[in-house]
């Protein structure tokens, strides 16, 4: 039953309230407002609910205001779901927890939520010092650079110089908008211009645009760009601007903040793309955290759960982004190259609505699985004949590294014994360490078996070169004794056939990098390569989206470089 009430309806039924609620958790985050006529919406996470009893939420980015929540102040939460705007009653918080250096919090069910049909006109402004650059291009190439002013999920306003009127004047059809976060995130979306209004002492226009066209990924990347706008213009009044914690959209690559970790001699702008160069801070740590090893010391608990929640944020902006700057870090020491592939191909395989510490669980324990290895002798890696003494010194890898995780009070034992307890086993008991078999082996380590050898495949070894992602499919489907075919043929379906990531020999005789894939599979985007060699700033050239088999030809085949 709906009953009208001001612009919005109120929704009571529990199905379709559950329903609602499951987008917004999917979506991976909503807003928070307090119950005062002066509070602004802040981001969230809603991590999951128990239908009736209660909600779930990662409060972690509002630690500021939980004193007053825990003392009875009522919020409303407020997110997108199904192409609507979904605003909650006033909750109150039940439960609070700290874990991990995460504050996870409890509050009372909804019985009904409020929806907008229409959406909500909701705009972000950009406060002075926060520069978002945005590029127009119109349909004859000719473009034109500017600014963000403001976004919302219609649409944003951009400030753009008075010679950007005759682009503006070609169609009245859509025209393409890029943005350039300083963090080096880009978003690309087509937009037709509604309105606009002329600054002539400033030489300056004001446009309006609205977004035509999104997909429901893009609708996703909006609402974030969205909410972490709002959560650094907060940050700009003085009076909180130490208790806030900064976007990550906003934190510009190299520049020292006091939670930035060392990212040693590393040359950041040697690599591909600027998620690849985001990268490098996680692949910073995962290789100081191997010397750490060697002397003696524990995972460091506190960065390992940072650095999880960075790729967990990487992987909402952009997946396949992500998916692709794996691919670029062979600069990197192999260990640390293969922990971050897994950890993320792994989030990606299995993590759709799992619960948020569940899926950071699952990357923290892809990104540490092989670092245990660090700590056996070397010399089984550089045996010409693997024996079988050399075999029971590797399998002890893996009790050596989770007796360095004691102190990650805040990581799932289960997952980290089903991850790296369970990566190595195979379903005819040949594997280690416990040489378990068949349905004795977690669902979740069957699929990190899959995607581990998937990843080390990819890559040389002393015995064999890196093999195609074709081949690598093969050699899992010969061996259903080993690796379980469901989810074999369930990595097959969601990474595709030619997956992001792989280098491509396209009928035009030109090589390019997968960047993006459309629905049936096909590349959408690639990026030009000279060679076949890994992916770097200096050997990639310019990027085709849309029309590839129109300007390349099709696919011939994959060709195999070790990345």
């Known amino acids: 039953m709906a009953v009208q009430q001001d ?18 958790i999917e979506s991976g985050g909503v807003t928070l407002c307090l119950a005062t006529p002066d509070a602004r919406p802040e981001p969230v996470v809603l991590m999951e609910q128990h239908a ?28 997108q779901s199904q192409g609507k705007v979904v605003r909650t009653p006033l909750l109150s918080l039940t439960e609070t927890r700290r874990s991990g250096g995460r504050f996870l919090c409890c509050s009372n069910y909804p019985s009904s939520v409020e929806v907008l049909q229409r959406r909500e006109s909701y705009r972000a402004e950009l406060r002075m010092g926060m520069v978002v650059s945005a590029l127009v291009v119109g349909e004859s190439g000719e473009s034109a650079q500017g600014e963000l002013r403001d976004l919302s999920q219609d649409g944003c306003q951009l400030e753009l110089p008075l010679t950007a009127s005759g682009i503006l004047a070609e169609t009245q059809y859509s025209l393409k908008l890029a943005f350039t976060f300083p963090s080096g995130t880009y978003f690309e979306v087509n937009g ?9 002492e400033r030489h300056m226009l004001r446009v309006g645009f609205r977004f035509a066209g ?27 601007q130490e208790e806030r914690q900064p976007s990550p959209l906003f934190e510009q690559p190299g520049k020292r903040t006091p939670d930035t970790e060392h990212i040693g001699r590393r040359d950041i702008r040697r690599y591909a793309t600027p998620m690849a160069r985001r990268l490098v801070k996680v692949a910073a740590y995962l290789d100081a955290q191997l010397l750490m090893l060697q002397q003696g010391s524990d995972i ?119 991850v790296i ?65 469901r989810w074999m043929r369930r990595y097959v379906e969601h990474f595709k056939v030619l997956p992001v990531g792989s280098l491509a020999l396209f009928s035009s005789d030109q090589l390019a990098w997968i960047l993006r894939l459309d629905d049936s599979g096909a590349p959408a985007e690639v990026v030009l390569a000279q060679a076949a060699e890994p992916p770097m700033r200096d050997n990639l050239g310019s990027v085709l989206r849309g029309d590839v088999f129109e300007r390349l030809g099709k696919p011939v085949r994959e060709v195999a470089v070790s990345t």
Request: hydrophobic content about 40%; aromatic content about 6%.
């Open 300 to 418: 460091d608990s506190r960065q390992l759960s940072r650095n999880a929640d960075r790729l967990l944020m990487l992987h909402e902006e952009d997946r396949e982004g992500l998916l692709f700057a794996t691919r670029c870090l062979s600069l990197e020491p192999l260990l640390v190259r293969h922990g971050i592939a897994v950890a993320v191909h792994l989030l990606d395989l299995v993590g759709a609505n799992m619960p948020r510490d569940v899926r950071k669980a699952i990357v923290a324990s892809g990104l540490v699985h092989d670092l245990g290895k660090a700590l056996i002798p070397q010399v089984v890696f550089k045996a010409p004949n693997f024996e079988a003494t050399h075999r029971q010194a590797l399998s002890e890898h893996v009790s050596l590294l989770m007796a360095r995780l004691h102190t990650c009070q805040w990581l799932s034992a289960t997952v980290a014994q089903a």
């Open 421 to 485: 307890g369970g990566i190595n086993e195979r379903l005819d008991g040949s594997g280690y360490p416990a040489g378990i078999t068949g349905d004795d082996i977690n669902e979740l380590a069957k699929a990190s078996a899959v995607v581990d050898v998937v990843e080390a495949m990819r890559r040389d070894r002393p015995d064999r070169p890196a093999r195609t992602a074709q081949q690598i499919y093969r050699h899992l489907l010969a061996h259903p004794h080993q690796f379980d075919r």
């Open 192 to 200: 037709v211009a509604r309105h606009q209004k002329t600054d002539p």
């Open 52 to 79: 009736g009893e209660t909600l779930v939420m990662d409060l972690s980015s509002v630690d500021y205001l939980l004193s007053r929540l825990q003392q009875g102040e009522q919020f409303f939460l407020r997110g």
């Open 7 to 24: 612009e919005y309806e109120s929704v009571t039924s529990p199905s379709v309230i559950s329903s609602l609620l499951n987008t917004m």
């Open 214 to 240: 999104c997909t429901s990924e893009q609708e996703r990347q909006i609402w974030y760009f969205v909410c972490e706008i709002e959560r650094e213009a907060a940050r700009y009044k003085k009076e909180v």
